[in-house]
């Protein structure tokens, strides 16, 4: 059988497109070293597409395995919580002095914690089978587009350092929270 279209296999279709996802978060992650943020952001966008194709391509396939669910778990803690944050203390966080700069801190290790949190829950549910019309919690992928928002607003002058750190802390809460969110 080909391996592309094989549920057992480590390399099917589906996991190839959640390993491209992996690929534009370790890039986004690279670029936010070299203070490039709009292509940083670009491939995280991209990466974010393939995130949508890989569960579209299982589905369809039917390609899921627990491998895919792990992996896919992995990808969404780079792409979706790492990359994001990363950005946000690389072209936000520095630019902040005293009790500010210590509360990012504070703020970025509670939303990647937060967003490890979630999706290990996640796996948990999903797993036993109790993934159900909504997700309990904001998903790490809608967590980054919050964040993606709050970053534009930095950037265009409508929310300040401190109101970044503030709505990070509030978006990570949100993760976990009991907000339902419809899935798709």
């Given at each position: 059988?080909?391996?592309?279209?094989?549920?057992?296999?480590?390399?099917?279709?589906?996991?190839?497109?959640?390993?491209?996802?992996?690929?534009?978060?370790?890039?986004?992650?690279?670029?936010?070293?070299?203070?490039?943020?709009f292509?940083?952001i670009?491939f995280?966008?991209i990466?974010?597409?393939?995130?949508?194709?890989?569960?579209k391509?299982?589905?369809?396939y039917?390609?899921?395995?627990?491998?895919?669910?792990?992996l896919?778990?992995?990808?969404?803690?780079l792409?979706?919580?790492?990359v994001?944050?990363?950005?946000i203390?690389?072209?936000?966080?520095?630019?902040?002095?005293?009790?500010?700069?210590?509360?990012?801190v504070?703020?970025?290790?509670?939303y990647?914690?937060?967003?490890?949190?979630?999706?290990?829950?996640?796996?948990?549910?999903?797993?036993?089978?109790?993934v159900?019309?909504?997700?309990?919690?904001?998903?790490?992928?809608?967590?980054?587009?919050?964040?993606?928002?709050?970053?534009?607003?930095?950037?265009?002058?409508?929310?300040?350092?401190?109101?970044?750190?503030?709505?990070?802390?509030?978006?990570?809460w949100?993760?976990?929270?009991?907000?339902?969110v419809?899935?798709p």
């Amino acid at each position: 059988m080909n391996p592309l279209f094989n549920p057992s296999s480590h390399f099917n279709l589906a996991n190839l497109f959640t390993m491209v996802n992996i690929t534009c978060g370790l890039v986004a992650t690279y670029l936010i070293t070299q203070n490039n943020f709009f292509y940083a952001i670009i491939f995280a966008w991209i990466g974010g597409a393939f995130d949508i194709f890989d569960g579209k391509i299982a589905r369809k396939y039917g390609l899921s395995n627990e491998f895919g669910i792990q992996l896919d778990s992995f990808a969404d803690f780079l792409s979706f919580v790492l990359v994001p944050v990363f950005l946000i203390f690389q072209a936000v966080y520095t630019h902040l002095d005293g009790v500010w700069f210590d509360l990012s801190v504070i703020a970025s290790i509670y939303y990647v914690i937060s967003g490890l949190r979630r999706l290990i829950q996640f796996n948990i549910n999903a797993e036993a089978g109790e993934v159900g019309r909504y997700f309990v919690g904001v998903p790490t992928p809608l967590g980054a587009i919050l964040l993606w928002l709050v970053y534009l607003g930095y950037v265009y002058g409508v929310i300040p350092g401190a109101g970044v750190v503030i709505l990070m802390s509030v978006i990570g809460w949100l993760l976990n929270s009991k907000v339902k969110v419809p899935h798709p």
